[in-house]
Nanobody, 129 residues
Framework: QVQLVESGGGLVQTGGSLRLSCASSGRTVSTDTMGWFRQAPGKEREFVAGIGRGMSWKPGTSIVYADSVKGRFTISRDNAKNTVELQMNSLKAEDTAVYYC?????????????????WGQGTQVTISS
């Protein structure tokens, strides 16, 4: 049984930072693809960042970011702890959302929500102006 548990959400001011963490059981972060999505009130759940182990013809860590967070967010993984982190800097009001950790089997980092089959419960991130 796969279980993903997010932590680290909270309330910060514009320009501040937060670090989210996702503890995984039943999925191995070093070999499976892990992603972060977010959902703001009244909006669709959207891709934020993903990390995988690269394709067979180009092995190595593969990382993908949504354009809206490039240069501000950093995704990483701790293989020993089997966790995935999302460091969020220079936060903006539009980053306010519930952030979800997700996992999919396979090497390719996908930005498509339906390709992930395991989800955490989410953690609230609120940015105040």
């Amino acid at each position: 049984q796969v279980q993903l548990v997010e932590s680290g959400g909270g309330l910060v001011q514009t320009g501040g930072s937060l670090r989210l963490s996702c503890a995984s059981s039943g999925r191995t972060v070093s070999t499976d693809t892990m992603g972060w999505f977010r959902q703001a009130p009244g909006k669709e759940r959207e891709f934020v960042a993903g990390i995988g182990r690269g394709m067979s013809w180009k092995p190595g860590t593969s990382i993908v970011y949504a354009d809206s967070v490039k240069g501000r967010f950093t995704i990483s993984r701790d293989n020993a702890k089997n966790t995935v982190e999302l460091q969020m800097n220079s936060l903006k009001a539009e980053d306010t959302a519930v952030y979800y950790c997700a996992s999919r089997l396979g090497r390719r980092v996908s930005a498509t929500r339906d390709e992930y089959d395991a989800w955490g419960q989410g953690t609230q991130v609120t940015i105040s102006s």
